[in-house]
């Protein structure tokens, strides 16, 4: 029965790692192949309250982390689709559904998104209570979304936005609206910080001049546009989320690995691995550089909108045991900053190119103006995959 609610009627579908009580939740394992939980995660619980319905459940990779499912590229279905979030990316991609949740512990909404020419949106750590989602690194985890149109991420966020006594990392973003019929309010002529970091060389050279064209494209437009270095967070992001997400990895997985060898896959168990050899120190000296890195990125930022980077090193990688490297993603998510990406081009072998657009924390909505405003200027619509 359709209830009312500002999302009546909206089929929305739902990464299988968030809980839904009234069709399996698989977390994409074997083990809980035919597990239902109790009951709705809370974001499920939240939609169903504002009237969506739950159109079905989506494929992740095994617990969100490396090992991939069956899901394709529908641009190419010899191309992965990416992860984790690999089937809400997909499936709107597809136009199964206007609306996907997703999950990003590296670059599991942004890097699928990209891949499959749609817009992924990964709010401020903390803005969507994970209740009811299974953890994979609890001080990573975030909730996120997959649509068509900024307007449609920045919707949702303004009605799933909340907090929770039993998510110990929820912090409650301000309230703001979205009118359903005009959307954002744009943020005119924005200042944009370029950051390319030093892997830059090895981003394909698609992705390269896609990226170029459109800064070019955004100067012409009006926006102020700085090439801007982040030596510190370029030279330590990448190892500093590994420990965090290993060891915490480790943690929640440790015993699940040890009981099911024969239903856990080789990614997950190497994870435990790495994450029991850290010691307390390593993690510990991870987590006080996670919190110095923020705080030097807010203000390196400070006077800005926004920062543009890629999202991706180019198009999703051909075959489907690898869903692609999370490198231009795993900064952001290790500092908890709203990001977004949105298609902006096509790669040598005809796959979505994207443009990743990121603010300072909790300043979600005003990265999302910005990202309006973008989306407007460079008027790039990828159109539908051809599916056969």
């Not at 529908?74 to 984790?84: E, K």
């Not at 750590?125 to 996120?144: E, K, M, N, Q, T």
């Not at 979304?145 to 900024?150: C, D, K, L, Q, S």
């Not at 830059?200 to 064209?213: C, G, I, K, L, N």
Request: charged share 20%; hydrophobic share 40%.
């Amino acid at each position: 029965m359709r209830r009312p609610g500002p999302l009546s009627g909206i089929p929305v579908a739902i990464k299988d790692i968030i809980a839904t009580s009234d069709m399996p939740t698989s977390n994409g394992s074997p083990i809980y192949r035919d597990h239902v939980p109790a009951a709705d995660a809370w974001v499920v619980d939240r939609l169903r309250h504002l009237g969506a319905t739950i159109f079905g459940k989506t494929v992740s990779t095994e617990f969100a982390w490396r090992q991939p499912g069956p899901t394709v590229n529908p641009w190419n279905p010899s191309h992965t689709p990416g992860g984790s979030s690999s089937g809400s990316a997909a499936a709107v991609a597809a136009g199964l559904v206007p609306l996907a949740l997703g999950t990003q512990t590296l670059g599991s909404v942004i890097r699928p998104a990209a891949f499959n020419g749609v817009v992924g949106f990964k709010p401020s750590f903390g803005a969507i209570p994970r209740v009811g989602v299974h953890p994979l690194s609890p001080s990573l985890d975030h909730i996120g979304f997959f649509a068509r149109h900024v307007d449609d991420v920045a919707y949702a966020l303004s009605l799933l936005r909340g907090s929770n006594d039993n998510d110990l990392h929820g912090h409650l973003l301000p309230a703001f609206e979205v009118s359903p019929e005009h959307g954002l309010p744009a943020k005119e002529k924005p200042r944009l910080a370029v950051v390319r970091f030093s892997k830059w060389s090895r981003a394909e050279p698609e992705q390269q001049t896609v990226f170029d064209d459109a800064v070019a494209v955004l100067r012409e437009a009006g926006a102020i546009l700085e090439e801007l270095e982040l030596p510190e967070l370029d030279r330590t992001n990448w190892d500093t989320i590994q420990v965090i997400l290993s060891s915490e990895a480790a943690l929640i997985f440790g015993d699940l690995v040890e009981r099911f060898p024969d239903r856990t896959s080789e990614h997950l168990k190497s994870l435990v691995q790495t994450g029991k050899a850290n010691t307390a120190t390593d993690y510990l000296a991870a987590k006080a550089l996670q919190k110095t890195l923020l705080a030097e990125f807010t203000h390196r930022i400070s006077g800005f909108d926004a920062v543009l980077t890629p999202p991706a090193f180019g198009e999703a990688p051909a075959g489907l045991a690898y869903t692609g490297d999370a490198e231009y993603c795993a900064p952001w998510t290790l500092l908890g900053v709203p990001a977004i990406s949105l298609p902006i081009g096509f790669g040598k072998h005809g796959l979505p190119l994207g443009l990743q657009i990121v603010g300072a924390y909790r300043q979600d909505y005003s990265v999302l103006r910005v990202a309006k405003w973008i989306e407007s200027a460079l008027k790039f619509d990828p159109g539908n995959p051809g599916i056969s």
